[in-house]
């Protein structure tokens, strides 16, 4: 795993695979800026926008972008991926940590918001 330190104030990307059970994989992109603090990774996105935290148990999906990604991942030194989807029917809302990032559904006529 990387030394995380290291990735502090560094160009980041996550990338959101959505989890919907088709063979078609939707994915989002969202870039900002790696900030370690204390042991928990954030995105900063800018002043007027939440930052993005990294769930912890997920740390080590951390990696550096290859070359040939950078155009694509906006120049982002270092990405992760994560699934965003559907809370499965036996997860409790209340029990998961909401960030306030809003993902829409790309399927024509959904209307579906994934809500991270």
């Known amino acids: 795993m990387l030394d995380l330190a290291n990735i502090h104030d560094k160009k980041f990307a996550v990338v959101f695979v ?5 063979p078609d994989e939707n994915w ?6 790696a900030k370690w603090c ?8 800018g002043d007027d926008i939440p ?22 991942l906006e120049e982002a030194v270092f990405y992760t991926m994560l699934l965003a989807g559907p809370l499965p029917p036996d997860i409790d809302p209340s029990e998961i940590t909401h960030t306030g990032l809003n993902l829409r559904n790309v399927e024509e006529g959904s209307g579906d918001i994934f809500r991270i």
Do not use: C, W
């Open 51 to 72: 930052e993005f935290p990294i769930p912890d148990d997920t740390l080590d999906r951390v990696k550096p972008v290859l070359p040939e990604l950078r155009e694509i």
């Open 28 to 33: 989002t992109v969202l870039v900002g800026v």
């Open 18 to 22: 959505e989890n919907n059970d088709t």
């Open 38 to 45: 204390a042991g928990h990774l954030s995105i900063y996105r």
